[in-house]
């Protein structure tokens, strides 16, 4: 049974790189515009919908979607595994961030394992997590935010860097520093994506990255119909992503209040409760309501008495 199910993930990946290898300009870019809307628009939307009665957060997790991206960007497939083996059939290794409806700060997190985890490793004659990852061919990294300042409803923002893991010596050498540093059983080396910034630079306490060079697209989705999301690619997708000619660059950690945080506003954390009678038609009607509970900063009671008078 676990031979068959091996020759099927073989003869997938075959079927799947023939087929996404072969892909025009034209149909990546189209691919890219229905994934962005249907996975990010429509799946935002929704989500808010229930957020606005529950109170949970709206935020579309991008895992997935990042590996479905870079397949369709750099024309290889994955290995149909959820949580294990190589995001990539080639060994590549794609990490998502996304910041559209909360208040943390995301990071892309690379598992480096610790010492100890080294130890046992070598003892089975075995890669370390480490070694592992400065031998992968590309690193793909995707972010998912809004502009900072932009107008009401900002658009979500999409943006996608590549890197040549093989050739890219700065990377490689604040990967080596952090592995190096290691203590005790320290193995997350986190890089934080420039969420609210037009910029490109990932941030480190043991250094900087500007990705500037290496970024590859930058989309911007529309929500001002949302029944009609819509694409704008602020910076288009190359005719040719491969080989990637571009390098990172490292630059200096200026301190832990450079960069400060830019958060999503507070309406768009947790939505207010005006709406519910629209969202949930014929099972909620807040006009009804004698226990009303307004959660935006924007609205308040009277607000919502008003316009039900």
């Known amino acids: 049974m676990q031979n068959a199910v091996?020759?099927?993930?073989?003869?997938?990946?075959?079927?799947?790189?023939?087929?996404?290898?072969?892909?025009?300009?034209?149909?990546?870019?189209?691919l890219l515009e229905d994934l962005f809307v249907d996975l990010f628009g429509h799946q935002h939307v929704m989500l808010q919908r229930w957020a606005a009665l529950t109170g949970q957060s709206a935020q579309v997790d991008t895992g997935y979607i990042a590996q479905f991206v870079a397949s369709i960007v750099l024309g290889e497939p994955g290995q149909?595994?959820?949580?294990?083996?190589?995001?990539l059939a080639d060994g590549s290794e794609v990490k998502s961030a996304a910041n559209i409806s909360g208040v943390d700060r995301p990071r892309w997190n690379h598992n480096l394992g610790s010492l100890d985890d080294d130890e046992?490793?070598?003892g089975r004659n075995l890669q370390t997590a480490g070694d592992?990852?400065?031998?992968?061919?590309?690193?793909?990294y995707l972010l998912v935010d809004r502009p900072h300042g932009v107008a009401d409803p900002a658009p979500i923002r999409i943006r996608a860097w590549c890197i040549d893991a093989q050739q890219d010596r700065d990377w490689r050498s604040l990967f080596e520093t952090f592995l190096a540093s290691r203590s005790g059983r320290t193995y997350n080396f986190q890089l934080h994506p420039?969420?609210?910034?037009?910029?490109?630079?990932?941030?480190?306490?043991?250094g900087n990255l500007d990705f500037a060079d290496v970024l590859i697209f930058d989309a911007r989705l529309s929500l001002a119909d949302r029944n009609r999301p819509s694409v704008d690619w602020h910076l288009p997708l190359p005719q040719r992503v491969l080989p990637i000619a571009g390098r990172t660059r490292a630059r200096q950690y200026d301190g832990k209040g450079a960069r400060p945080t830019r958060l999503t506003?507070?309406?768009?954390?947790v939505l207010g409760t005006?709406?519910?009678g629209a969202l949930f038609p014929g099972v909620l009607d807040p006009c009804d309501s004698n226990d009303l509970v307004v959660i935006s900063e924007i609205e308040t009671d009277a607000d919502v008495r008003q316009e039900c008078s």
């Open 274 to 276: 005006k709406d519910l």
């Open 120 to 122: 046992r490793r070598r």
């Open 132 to 140: 592992e990852y400065l031998g992968v061919p590309l690193m793909f």
């Open 194 to 206: 420039p969420v609210g910034y037009d910029d490109d630079v990932v941030v480190n306490t043991l």
């Open 6 to 30: 091996n020759q099927a993930i073989i003869q997938g990946i075959r079927v799947r790189r023939e087929i996404l290898s072969s892909l025009s300009y034209e149909q990546r870019v189209v």
């Open 265 to 269: 506003g507070t309406a768009d954390v």
């Open 80 to 87: 149909g595994f959820r949580g294990k083996g190589d995001d």
